[in-house]
Protein backbone atom coordinates (compact mmCIF):
# COMPACT_ATOMS: atom_id res chain seq x y z
CA UNK A 1 0.00 0.00 0.00
CA UNK A 2 0.82 3.74 -0.45
CA UNK A 3 0.98 5.49 2.83
CA UNK A 4 1.49 9.07 3.51
CA UNK A 5 2.76 9.74 7.36
CA UNK A 6 2.70 13.03 8.51
CA UNK A 7 4.33 13.41 11.42
CA UNK A 8 6.38 10.48 10.23
CA UNK A 9 10.03 12.58 11.56
CA UNK A 10 8.61 12.54 15.19
CA UNK A 11 9.21 9.84 18.16
CA UNK A 12 6.25 7.27 17.00
CA UNK A 13 6.31 8.19 13.59
CA UNK A 14 9.69 7.48 12.67
CA UNK A 15 9.47 3.57 14.56
CA UNK A 16 6.27 3.40 12.34
CA UNK A 17 7.86 4.46 9.14
CA UNK A 18 11.06 1.80 9.97
CA UNK A 19 7.99 -0.88 10.31
CA UNK A 20 5.44 -0.08 7.26
CA UNK A 21 9.01 0.05 5.07
CA UNK A 22 9.66 -3.39 6.85
CA UNK A 23 6.33 -4.91 5.67
CA UNK A 24 7.03 -3.58 2.09
CA UNK A 25 4.95 -0.46 1.97
CA UNK A 26 5.28 2.60 0.01
CA UNK A 27 5.98 5.34 2.22
CA UNK A 28 5.37 8.89 1.76
CA UNK A 29 6.36 11.36 4.90
CA UNK A 30 5.32 14.72 5.75
CA UNK A 31 7.08 16.45 8.77
CA UNK A 32 7.87 20.15 9.27
CA UNK A 33 10.61 19.26 11.92
CA UNK A 34 8.57 21.31 14.06
CA UNK A 35 9.43 18.40 17.19
CA UNK A 36 11.97 16.45 15.28
CA UNK A 37 15.41 16.14 13.87
CA UNK A 38 16.33 15.83 9.80
CA UNK A 39 18.80 12.96 10.71
CA UNK A 40 16.33 10.30 11.58
CA UNK A 41 15.52 10.28 7.88
CA UNK A 42 18.96 9.18 7.42
CA UNK A 43 18.66 6.61 10.18
CA UNK A 44 15.27 5.22 9.34
CA UNK A 45 16.70 4.25 5.66
CA UNK A 46 19.81 3.13 7.20
CA UNK A 47 17.53 0.88 9.25
CA UNK A 48 15.74 -0.71 6.98
CA UNK A 49 17.80 -0.13 3.70
CA UNK A 50 14.95 0.80 2.13
CA UNK A 51 14.10 4.59 0.68
CA UNK A 52 11.35 6.69 0.89
CA UNK A 53 9.62 10.10 -0.24
CA UNK A 54 9.99 12.93 2.01
CA UNK A 55 8.39 16.16 1.55
CA UNK A 56 8.92 19.01 4.21
CA UNK A 57 6.53 21.22 5.42
CA UNK A 58 3.24 21.81 7.23
CA UNK A 59 -0.22 20.40 7.51
CA UNK A 60 -1.75 23.89 7.74
CA UNK A 61 0.04 24.38 3.77
CA UNK A 62 -3.04 23.32 1.96
CA UNK A 63 -1.36 23.82 -1.85
CA UNK A 64 1.50 21.42 -0.36
CA UNK A 65 -0.77 19.04 0.76
CA UNK A 66 -2.91 19.22 -2.82
CA UNK A 67 0.04 18.44 -4.27
CA UNK A 68 1.09 15.00 -2.12
CA UNK A 69 -2.62 14.11 -3.27
CA UNK A 70 -2.45 15.23 -6.62
CA UNK A 71 0.70 13.45 -7.59
CA UNK A 72 0.59 10.27 -5.39
CA UNK A 73 -2.40 7.23 -5.28
CA UNK A 74 -2.34 7.12 -1.62
CA UNK A 75 -3.91 3.98 -0.05
CA UNK A 76 -3.63 5.32 3.85
CA UNK A 77 -2.92 7.63 6.03
CA UNK A 78 -1.21 7.86 9.58
CA UNK A 79 -1.66 11.05 11.19
CA UNK A 80 0.99 11.88 13.57
CA UNK A 81 1.00 15.71 13.24
CA UNK A 82 0.30 17.40 15.94
CA UNK A 83 1.91 19.16 19.24
CA UNK A 84 1.98 16.67 22.55
CA UNK A 85 3.09 17.93 25.31
CA UNK A 86 0.59 18.08 28.02
CA UNK A 87 1.92 21.00 30.09
CA UNK A 88 2.39 23.70 27.70
CA UNK A 89 -1.28 23.00 26.44
CA UNK A 90 -2.32 24.31 29.40
CA UNK A 91 -0.16 27.30 29.06
CA UNK A 92 -0.89 27.62 25.77
CA UNK A 93 -4.30 26.07 24.85
CA UNK A 94 -5.00 28.72 21.60
CA UNK A 95 -1.66 27.22 20.17
CA UNK A 96 -2.49 23.88 20.72
CA UNK A 97 -6.40 24.25 19.23
CA UNK A 98 -5.29 26.11 16.38
CA UNK A 99 -2.44 24.03 15.30
CA UNK A 100 -3.78 20.22 16.19
CA UNK A 101 -7.11 21.02 15.10
CA UNK A 102 -7.01 22.69 11.83
CA UNK A 103 -4.06 21.09 10.51
CA UNK A 104 -6.40 18.06 10.80
CA UNK A 105 -9.37 19.30 9.25
CA UNK A 106 -7.40 20.85 6.55
CA UNK A 107 -6.40 17.05 5.89
CA UNK A 108 -9.83 15.26 6.18
CA UNK A 109 -10.81 18.32 3.37
CA UNK A 110 -7.94 16.83 1.28
CA UNK A 111 -8.67 13.52 2.22
CA UNK A 112 -12.14 13.94 0.98
CA UNK A 113 -11.60 15.82 -1.89
CA UNK A 114 -9.43 12.63 -3.47
CA UNK A 115 -11.92 10.07 -2.41
CA UNK A 116 -8.92 8.77 0.28
CA UNK A 117 -11.32 7.31 3.30
CA UNK A 118 -8.92 5.72 5.17
CA UNK A 119 -7.03 6.98 7.86
CA UNK A 120 -5.06 5.58 11.85
CA UNK A 121 -5.37 8.66 13.81
CA UNK A 122 -2.74 8.95 16.65
CA UNK A 123 -4.66 9.43 19.52
CA UNK A 124 -4.11 8.90 23.00
CA UNK A 125 -4.92 7.20 26.58
CA UNK A 126 -5.44 10.62 27.72
CA UNK A 127 -8.93 10.78 26.44
CA UNK A 128 -10.18 8.34 29.31
CA UNK A 129 -9.04 11.16 31.83
CA UNK A 130 -9.46 9.36 35.17
CA UNK A 131 -11.17 6.22 34.75
CA UNK A 132 -13.74 4.93 36.80
CA UNK A 133 -12.40 1.10 36.46
CA UNK A 134 -9.67 -0.87 35.58
CA UNK A 135 -8.54 -2.12 32.67
CA UNK A 136 -9.86 0.48 30.55
CA UNK A 137 -12.00 -0.67 27.63
CA UNK A 138 -12.86 1.24 24.45
CA UNK A 139 -16.35 1.91 25.65
CA UNK A 140 -15.58 4.03 28.43
CA UNK A 141 -16.79 7.26 28.95
CA UNK A 142 -14.54 9.79 27.41
CA UNK A 143 -13.27 13.11 29.02
CA UNK A 144 -10.01 14.95 29.33
CA UNK A 145 -8.11 16.83 31.76
CA UNK A 146 -5.88 19.92 29.42
CA UNK A 147 -6.44 21.26 26.06
CA UNK A 148 -3.95 18.54 24.43
CA UNK A 149 -5.86 15.86 25.28
CA UNK A 150 -8.88 17.42 24.48
CA UNK A 151 -7.74 18.16 20.90
CA UNK A 152 -7.58 14.30 20.79
CA UNK A 153 -10.82 14.01 22.30
CA UNK A 154 -11.93 16.53 19.78
CA UNK A 155 -10.29 14.97 16.70
CA UNK A 156 -12.05 11.48 17.96
CA UNK A 157 -15.53 13.88 17.68
CA UNK A 158 -14.50 15.07 14.55
CA UNK A 159 -13.89 11.77 12.74
CA UNK A 160 -17.26 10.23 14.19
CA UNK A 161 -19.09 13.00 12.37
CA UNK A 162 -17.31 12.51 9.24
CA UNK A 163 -18.06 8.54 9.08
CA UNK A 164 -21.78 9.44 9.90
CA UNK A 165 -21.82 11.74 7.29
CA UNK A 166 -19.99 9.20 4.18
CA UNK A 167 -20.12 5.17 5.15
CA UNK A 168 -17.00 5.01 2.90
CA UNK A 169 -14.78 6.53 5.89
CA UNK A 170 -12.21 3.47 7.37
CA UNK A 171 -11.00 5.28 10.59
CA UNK A 172 -8.87 3.91 13.25
CA UNK A 173 -8.68 5.90 16.72
CA UNK A 174 -5.00 4.31 18.01
CA UNK A 175 -4.85 5.25 22.30
CA UNK A 176 -1.39 4.81 22.96
CA UNK A 177 -1.12 4.40 26.59
CA UNK A 178 2.38 5.34 27.49
CA UNK A 179 4.95 4.60 24.60
CA UNK A 180 8.83 4.93 25.68
CA UNK A 181 12.00 2.93 24.39
CA UNK A 182 13.67 3.50 21.20
CA UNK A 183 14.62 0.93 17.84
CA UNK A 184 17.09 -1.76 18.97
CA UNK A 185 19.89 -0.24 16.40
CA UNK A 186 20.07 3.01 19.02
CA UNK A 187 19.60 5.13 15.98
CA UNK A 188 15.78 6.32 16.00
CA UNK A 189 14.48 7.29 19.93
CA UNK A 190 12.86 10.14 22.18
CA UNK A 191 14.51 13.19 22.10
CA UNK A 192 12.51 15.65 24.14
CA UNK A 193 13.38 19.40 24.30
CA UNK A 194 14.67 20.94 27.15
CA UNK A 195 14.14 19.22 30.47
CA UNK A 196 11.83 16.07 30.12
CA UNK A 197 8.06 16.16 31.41
CA UNK A 198 7.80 12.16 30.99
CA UNK A 199 9.46 9.68 33.26
CA UNK A 200 11.50 7.74 30.95
CA UNK A 201 13.32 10.55 28.88
CA UNK A 202 13.67 11.79 32.84
CA UNK A 203 15.44 8.80 33.86
CA UNK A 204 17.78 8.47 31.15
CA UNK A 205 19.25 11.89 31.69
CA UNK A 206 19.14 10.78 35.36
CA UNK A 207 21.20 7.96 34.31
CA UNK A 208 23.71 9.50 31.79
CA UNK A 209 24.63 12.32 34.89
CA UNK A 210 22.42 15.03 32.90
CA UNK A 211 20.55 15.34 35.46
CA UNK A 212 21.03 15.03 39.14
CA UNK A 213 18.21 12.81 40.60
CA UNK A 214 14.47 11.56 39.77
CA UNK A 215 11.89 13.38 41.64
CA UNK A 216 8.94 10.77 41.80
CA UNK A 217 5.40 12.48 42.13
CA UNK A 218 3.92 11.05 45.16
CA UNK A 219 4.27 7.77 47.13
CA UNK A 220 0.75 8.10 48.78
CA UNK A 221 -1.13 7.04 45.78
CA UNK A 222 -3.64 3.95 46.34
CA UNK A 223 -1.44 1.78 44.37
CA UNK A 224 1.35 -1.59 45.05
CA UNK A 225 3.82 1.11 46.65
CA UNK A 226 2.23 3.86 46.44
CA UNK A 227 3.92 5.31 43.23
CA UNK A 228 1.72 5.90 39.95
CA UNK A 229 1.00 3.03 37.81
CA UNK A 230 0.90 3.30 33.91
CA UNK A 231 0.92 0.92 31.05
CA UNK A 232 4.10 1.28 29.59
CA UNK A 233 4.73 0.04 25.86
CA UNK A 234 7.71 -0.13 23.89
CA UNK A 235 7.51 1.97 21.12
CA UNK A 236 8.47 -0.60 18.30
CA UNK A 237 5.48 -2.73 19.80
CA UNK A 238 3.61 0.27 19.27
CA UNK A 239 4.75 0.98 15.44
CA UNK A 240 4.02 -2.61 14.51
CA UNK A 241 0.29 -1.49 16.29
CA UNK A 242 0.11 0.89 13.05
CA UNK A 243 1.32 -1.66 10.28
CA UNK A 244 -1.85 -3.69 11.79
CA UNK A 245 -4.29 -0.44 11.76
CA UNK A 246 -3.74 0.46 8.34
CA UNK A 247 -4.31 -3.49 7.37
CA UNK A 248 -7.49 -3.01 8.90
CA UNK A 249 -8.97 0.07 7.75
CA UNK A 250 -7.90 -1.24 4.24
CA UNK A 251 -10.66 -3.88 4.65
CA UNK A 252 -13.37 -2.51 6.87
CA UNK A 253 -15.47 0.52 7.47
CA UNK A 254 -16.71 2.55 10.07
CA UNK A 255 -14.94 4.30 12.70
CA UNK A 256 -13.40 1.91 16.24
CA UNK A 257 -11.08 2.76 18.87
CA UNK A 258 -8.17 0.74 19.86
CA UNK A 259 -6.19 0.74 22.89
CA UNK A 260 -1.93 -0.05 22.15
CA UNK A 261 -0.73 -0.94 25.41
CA UNK A 262 0.24 -4.08 27.26
CA UNK A 263 -2.38 -4.41 29.57
CA UNK A 264 0.55 -4.19 32.42
CA UNK A 265 0.61 -1.74 35.37
CA UNK A 266 4.15 -0.77 36.59
CA UNK A 267 4.67 1.14 39.02
CA UNK A 268 7.49 4.31 38.75
CA UNK A 269 9.48 1.61 41.20
CA UNK A 270 9.43 -0.96 39.32
CA UNK A 271 10.48 1.17 35.86
CA UNK A 272 13.27 2.78 38.27
CA UNK A 273 14.17 -0.90 39.37
CA UNK A 274 14.48 -2.55 36.17
CA UNK A 275 15.83 0.27 34.32
CA UNK A 276 19.00 0.10 37.13
CA UNK A 277 19.19 -3.88 36.78
CA UNK A 278 19.21 -3.85 33.44
CA UNK A 279 21.38 -1.15 32.64
CA UNK A 280 24.00 -1.63 35.41
CA UNK A 281 23.09 1.70 36.95
CA UNK A 282 21.76 3.62 40.06
CA UNK A 283 19.29 5.69 39.40
CA UNK A 284 19.17 8.21 42.92
CA UNK A 285 15.63 9.82 43.84
CA UNK A 286 13.34 11.66 45.74
CA UNK A 287 10.43 11.60 47.00
CA UNK A 288 8.35 14.68 45.98
CA UNK A 289 4.77 16.08 45.96
CA UNK A 290 2.27 14.46 43.68
CA UNK A 291 2.39 16.50 39.79
CA UNK A 292 -1.02 18.12 39.68
CA UNK A 293 -3.43 16.60 37.32
CA UNK A 294 -1.87 13.13 37.93
CA UNK A 295 -4.07 9.66 38.61
CA UNK A 296 -2.92 6.72 40.21
CA UNK A 297 -3.36 4.02 37.88
CA UNK A 298 -3.85 3.33 34.57
CA UNK A 299 -3.65 0.33 32.40
CA UNK A 300 -5.45 -1.30 28.91
CA UNK A 301 -7.45 -3.91 28.53
CA UNK A 302 -6.00 -4.91 25.03
CA UNK A 303 -8.69 -7.56 24.59
CA UNK A 304 -9.92 -5.71 21.07
CA UNK A 305 -7.11 -4.98 19.49
CA UNK A 306 -5.31 -8.82 20.02
CA UNK A 307 -9.07 -9.78 18.51
CA UNK A 308 -9.56 -6.80 15.65
CA UNK A 309 -6.23 -5.76 14.64
CA UNK A 310 -4.39 -9.33 15.38
CA UNK A 311 -1.75 -7.47 17.10
CA UNK A 312 -0.20 -7.53 20.75
CA UNK A 313 2.98 -5.86 22.30
CA UNK A 314 5.51 -8.56 22.73
CA UNK A 315 8.70 -6.72 24.17
CA UNK A 316 9.05 -6.48 28.08
CA UNK A 317 9.63 -3.85 30.43
CA UNK A 318 13.61 -4.93 30.76
CA UNK A 319 13.80 -4.73 26.65
CA UNK A 320 11.81 -0.91 27.47
CA UNK A 321 14.28 0.37 29.82
CA UNK A 322 17.61 -1.70 27.86
CA UNK A 323 16.39 0.38 24.36
CA UNK A 324 15.88 3.96 26.06
CA UNK A 325 19.54 3.75 27.55
CA UNK A 326 21.21 2.49 24.76
CA UNK A 327 19.47 5.47 22.74
CA UNK A 328 20.85 7.89 24.81
CA UNK A 329 24.44 6.39 24.86
CA UNK A 330 24.85 6.52 21.45
CA UNK A 331 23.54 10.11 20.96
CA UNK A 332 25.00 11.64 24.24
CA UNK A 333 26.27 14.05 21.97
C1 LIG B 1 1.71 11.88 30.10
C2 LIG B 1 0.56 12.76 29.77
C3 LIG B 1 -0.33 12.06 28.78
C4 LIG B 1 0.46 11.71 27.54
C5 LIG B 1 1.66 10.85 27.94
C6 LIG B 1 2.57 10.63 26.77
C7 LIG B 1 0.30 14.14 31.78
C8 LIG B 1 -0.58 14.49 32.94
N1 LIG B 1 -0.14 13.16 30.98
O1 LIG B 1 1.19 10.71 30.72
O2 LIG B 1 -1.43 12.88 28.44
O3 LIG B 1 -0.35 11.01 26.63
O4 LIG B 1 2.42 11.53 28.95
O5 LIG B 1 3.46 9.61 27.05
O6 LIG B 1 1.34 14.74 31.58
N2 LIG B 1 6.67 10.68 37.05
C9 LIG B 1 7.54 10.94 38.10
N3 LIG B 1 8.58 11.79 37.90
C10 LIG B 1 8.82 12.40 36.70
C11 LIG B 1 7.93 12.13 35.63
C12 LIG B 1 6.86 11.27 35.84
O7 LIG B 1 7.37 10.41 39.20
O8 LIG B 1 9.78 13.17 36.57
C13 LIG B 1 5.56 9.72 37.25
C14 LIG B 1 4.17 10.34 37.06
O9 LIG B 1 3.69 10.86 38.26
C15 LIG B 1 3.39 9.10 36.57
C16 LIG B 1 4.42 8.29 35.80
O10 LIG B 1 5.69 8.72 36.26
O11 LIG B 1 2.95 8.34 37.66
C17 LIG B 1 4.35 8.48 34.30
O12 LIG B 1 4.41 9.88 34.00
P1 LIG B 1 4.63 10.41 32.51
O13 LIG B 1 5.74 9.68 31.85
O14 LIG B 1 4.72 11.90 32.56
O15 LIG B 1 3.30 9.95 31.74
P2 LIG B 1 1.76 10.24 32.12
O16 LIG B 1 1.60 11.33 33.09
O17 LIG B 1 1.13 8.92 32.40
Same mark, same amino acid.
Not at 67 to 77: A, M, P, Q, R, T
Not at 130 to 155: D, R, S
Not at 254 to 268: C, D, K, P, Q, R
Given at each position: ???????????????????????????????????????????? #???????? $?????????????????????????????????????????????????????? *???????? #??????????????????????????? *?????????????????????????????????????????????????????????????????????????????????????????????? $?????????????????????????????????????????????????????????????? =????????? #?????????????? =?????????????
Amino acid at each position: MKILVTGGAGYIGSHTVVELLNANHDVIVVDDFSNSNPKVLKYI #KEITKKDF $VFIEGSLLDKALLDNIFKNNKIDVVIHFAGYKAVGESVKKPLMYYDNNLISTIY *LLEIMEKY #KVYNLAFSSSATVYGTPKKLPITENMT *LHTTNPYGTTKLMIETILNDLKKSNEKWSIALLRYFNPIGAHESGLIGEEPNGIPNNLMPYIVEVASGKLKELKIFGNDYDTKDGTGVRDYIHV $VDLAKGHVSAINYVNNNVGVEAFNLGTGIGYSVLDIVKSFERVNNVTIPYKIVERRPGDIAE =CYADVTKAK #KMLDWSAEKTIDDM =CRDAYQFILKNKD
